[in-house]
């Protein structure tokens, strides 16, 4: 019997400022994870829910800070799966709950999305989540940062 370890496979970490005019900054770091070791299809779909997630940052979660205030962000290929995490600073935020939410409304023939322009970013992680089988999670932190954590289980 043999034990499968989790070998990183590639890592990058990355602080900008709470902005929109930083996301070129955001895309062109995230690019170096459109790579032979992960399907392109998972990167696509990892690469619009960053940009969802940092933009939610930075129009919800740091609205009433300073626009230096740092947003990070984490990716990691192993061999085990594709993180992608955001870390911001704004007030906790029950994701579980709008989720859980927008999943009844969306089980229902009648549900339009374009009624949900505020949550088309949660309808998105949704999908994400229960479509294609990511993990989607936001929990507090320590030093008062709250964590976005998109993960794929893949295999090589």
């Known amino acids: 019997m043999s ?17 929109l005019d930083e996301m070129i900054t955001v895309v062109e770091w995230f690019n170096q994870f459109n790579c032979q070791q ?9 690469q619009t829910a960053l940009i969802e997630g940092f933009t939610n940052v930075v129009r919800h ?8 205030t740092p947003v990070e962000l984490t ?7 594709f993180q992608i995490c955001i870390w911001d600073r704004g007030e906790i935020f029950d994701l579980e709950a709008v989720l859980e939410e927008l999943n009844q409304q ?14 088309w970013g949660c309808i998105f992680l949704l999908k994400l989540k229960r479509d294609y089988g990511w993990t989607v999670k936001y929990t507090h932190e320590a030093g008062n940062k ?3 954590l998109l993960q794929k289980n893949i295999a090589f």
């Open 38 to 46: 992960l399907p392109y299809q998972m990167w696509i779909e990892g």
């Open 146 to 148: 709250n964590c976005l």
């Open 3 to 19: 034990i499968q370890k989790d070998v990183l496979i590639h890592d990058a970490a990355l602080k900008v400022a709470s902005d």
């Open 75 to 81: 990716a990691t290929i192993n061999s085990q799966s």
């Open 106 to 119: 969306t089980s229902d023939r009648q549900f339009n999305p374009l009624e949900r322009e505020a949550h």
């Open 61 to 68: 979660a740091h609205i009433n800070l300073s626009p230096q």
